[in-house]
């Protein structure tokens, strides 16, 4: 159990931040408007993904679903603004 809230909480957070980010730069016009919306879904979002790691049948399948996942979405994130498609 402590190895899947130790994989919800530490990759959980990145994945968390790496959604709002990639809702708050698609979103129409500009990023810096939805930064309080952002914070404020934050922590849900961070706890919803804790609560889900606990879902799953061992620590390391956890840790590399969710550690992939929050790669994935930060790489994403970088992806489009060295592209320029975001600020």
Not at 4 to 24: C, D, H, T
Not at 40 to 55: K, T
């Amino acid at each position: 159990m402590w190895a899947r809230l130790g994989a919800g909480i530490v990759p959980g957070f990145f994945l968390a931040a790496a959604l709002l980010g990639l809702v708050s730069w698609l979103l129409p016009g500009r990023w810096e408007s939805t930064i309080m919306v952002g914070l404020l879904a934050f922590f849900p979002l961070w706890i919803g993904i804790v609560c889900a790691a606990l879902r799953f049948s061992s620590g390391r399948r956890a840790w590399l679903c969710l550690g992939i996942a929050a790669v994935a979405g930060l790489s994403l994130l970088r992806l489009l603004q060295a592209s320029g498609w975001v600020g």
